[in-house]
């Protein structure tokens, strides 16, 4: 992290960003400069609502940084901003040194939705190839140029035999590695998830973050994670961004010290409780 | 759509039911007449109306013709137009506003009462009876549609924003999917609709169609030609109908059952 006078003190409290101090050091720029940004729906009319307030945070590149909270933490609004889909109130969003917005029509980010989101009409391959067949001329040229073989990335999922179903064919788990699949397919050199497996059974969840983090280390993106589960944000980040409720604010960042190699055991080392415990000593510090 | 075996013995046992339902219709209807000695031009018994079905075949025919095209031109006509407003409508909430209660209005006004204000302004001929059927199509599908292409969750719109898609790329890859299968239960109801306001436009002033011989039979006490004409009006809504549901099974293969 940036040395920056006036961040928060919570987070600099918790140690935060070992990784993107790494990067910086190294003089590679942040993948994401968030710098003091808050959110306020409404006005006017209305109340405000302030979703996010005073969040300062990088990304580095080829980082894997989970964002955990409880609900109305403003976990989904910050990765709206980063994402180009909602713009901050105040404070600034830099997306690979230049605005969200150009990096979102440079094709550069991956979004993967809570639900799914797949076209119901179209086959899992044709979700796959929808974001090469939209946008103006220049967008889809620019695709043409330089994207992923939506074949090599369903086999990447482990769907290569389900390219011709519909989405109700897939159960919800395949539908989701279908949604990530779309969303590589530009190559985007930043993936943002929203609570990608939020709607599955702990099951089917555990295997699709091993499946996340195959696909992380093979890609090679930036992946920003948001999720409420204390265990998922632990199992797969470098490193966990810890918002509190109402309004959202950035209560810390923590770097997990585990190895690189994920296996499914490393959930019952003490390693592994240690990081857990931090987070939610942090989650709940800042519920006071 | 799915033609195994099994498919086809529930098609032909629903189908049985069907049959078996309607030949009981029939054989009550005989047997009220019969037991209440009901006069037969009030309620003919069914062969006297079975008699008039293949007696006037010829003349059920020629007038079919002239009602089933003012039908078939006023359904696409105003589908046609219902389904642009509709696309104006989504992309100008402000034009949505200011028109949808004019198509509100038109829609409440009785049917019988324009009939004669159109036969006025366009005389006997057909155009009268294709715009009475339009305008019985055009509401039920202008509020289907507009529903249709707003069916799509916010989240398709943040994700073809994300994607740096434009208007016309949700439009057409999105919106327009989206709004078939509401589409299509439109086109159901105002294929049947259609039907109806082609007759009735034909009561107020016409020469021929299935209206006309309505109003005929009932003037001179043809009531088993009266019959013979409903069931004939009947089947061939039915036939649009069905018309209907087969393209719709051809076209929307995405819906869960």
């Known amino acids: 992290m940036r040395a920056r006078p006036g961040s928060e003190p919570a987070a600099a409290g918790a140690g935060a960003g070992e990784a993107s101090a790494a990067a910086a050091a190294a003089g590679r720029p942040p993948a994401i400069a968030i710098d003091d940004v808050a959110v306020a729906f409404g006005g006017r009319r209305r109340a405000a609502v302030t979703a996010l307030e005073g969040v300062t945070l990088d990304v580095g590149e080829r980082e894997f940084l989970s964002v955990l909270g409880p609900s109305g933490s403003g976990k989904s609004t910050l990765l709206r901003v980063i994402a180009d889909l909602i713009p901050a109130t105040a404070g600034s969003v830099a997306v690979l040194g230049g605005t969200p917005a150009a990096a979102r029509a440079a094709r550069a980010i991956g979004f993967v939705f809570q639900h799914a989101e797949l076209l119901p009409w179209r086959s899992a391959i044709d979700n796959v190839r929808l974001p090469l067949q939209v946008g103006g001329r220049r967008a889809r040229a620019a695709a043409a140029g330089d994207h992923a073989d939506p074949r090599a990335l369903l086999e990447l999922v482990g769907?290569?035999?389900r390219a011709d179903a519909r989405p109700r064919e897939l159960s919800g788990g395949m539908r989701q590695r279908v949604a990530i699949a779309r969303a590589l397919?530009?190559?985007?050199?930043?993936?943002?998830m929203d609570e990608p497996f939020g709607a599955l059974d702990e099951i089917t969840r555990?295997?699709?973050?091993?499946?996340?983090?195959?696909?992380?280390?093979?890609?090679?993106?930036?992946?920003?994670?948001?999720?409420?589960?204390?265990?998922e944000a632990v199992f797969l980040s470098q490193r966990i961004a810890v918002l509190t409720a109402a309004p959202g604010r950035l209560a810390g960042t923590i770097d997990v010290d585990l190895p690189r190699e994920r296996r499914p055991e490393i959930r019952d080392t003490p390693a592994f409780a240690e990081v857990a415990a931090r987070a939610r000593a942090l989650l709940h510090g800042g519920a006071r | 759509m799915r033609w195994d075996a099994s498919a086809l013995r529930a098609g032909l046992g629903r189908g049985a039911i069907a049959v078996s339902?309607?030949?009981g219709g029939i054989a009550l209807w005989w047997a009220v007449v019969t037991v209440f000695d009901v006069a037969p031009y009030v309620v003919p018994p069914p062969d006297d109306v079975w008699r008039s079905l293949t007696g006037d075949f010829s003349t059920l025919l020629d007038n079919l013709w002239p009602t089933a095209q003012e039908a078939l031109l006023g359904f696409a006509i105003g589908n046609v137009l219902a389904v642009a407003i509709a696309i104006v409508f989504v992309h100008s909430r402000t034009i949505e506003r200011g028109l949808f209660p004019v198509a509100v209005f038109v829609q409440t006004l009785p049917l019988v009462a324009v009939a004669p204000v159109l036969v006025l302004m366009f005389g006997n001929g057909m155009a009268p009876k294709v715009i009475i059927a339009a305008l019985m199509t055009l509401f039920p599908t202008l509020v289907n549609a507009v529903r249709g292409f707003d069916a799509i969750g916010p989240q398709t719109l943040e994700l073809f924003r994300v994607l740096s898609a434009s208007k016309a790329d949700v439009f057409w890859k999105a919106r327009t999917f989206a709004s078939l299968p509401f589409l299509f239960s439109s086109l159901k109801i105002a294929s049947t609709s259609a039907v109806i306001g082609a007759i009735v436009a034909e009561w107020i002033g016409a020469d021929e169609g299935l209206g006309y011989l309505i109003i005929n039979a009932t003037y001179n006490f043809q009531t088993p030609l009266l019959y013979a004409t409903m069931i004939v009006a009947s089947l061939f809504a039915l036939l649009l109908f069905?018309?209907?549901?087969?393209?719709?099974?051809?076209v929307v293969t995405w819906e869960d059952d």
């Open chain 2, 21 to 23: 339902g309607i030949a």
């Open chain 1, 206 to 231: 555990e295997a699709m973050n091993r499946e996340l983090l195959r696909i992380w280390e093979e890609t090679g993106t930036t992946v920003v994670f948001v999720t409420h589960s204390i265990a």
């Open chain 1, 159 to 161: 769907l290569g035999d």
């Open chain 2, 242 to 250: 069905a018309l209907v549901g087969l393209i719709e099974r051809l």
């Open chain 1, 185 to 192: 397919v530009t190559r985007p050199r930043i993936l943002l």
